[in-house]
């Protein structure tokens, strides 16, 4: 189940809510009932296996 981050927009609250894909997303802040909006974050991708950087196709180093 994805975790979706809010902050409101009258107290500024922030808060981490687990929700499904199909659930709606929530408007109003649990702490002043004020309007919520979601906050978009950078996604740390993380490639798991060969091939994915340069160093894995390159020979093995001679020593020199």
Avoid: W
């Avoid at 894909?21 to 702490?31: H, V």
């Avoid at 950078?42 to 020979?59: A, E, L, W």
């Amino acid at each position: 189940m994805p975790t979706y981050q809010y902050a409101c927009t009258t107290c500024g609250h922030e808060f981490e809510l687990f929700q499904s894909f199909s659930e709606d997303a929530i408007t109003l802040c649990p702490e002043c009932q004020g309007e919520v909006r979601k906050v978009y974050s950078n996604v740390g991708v993380v490639f798991k296996g060969g091939g994915f950087y340069k160093t894995d196709s390159r020979p093995a180093s001679s020593g020199e």
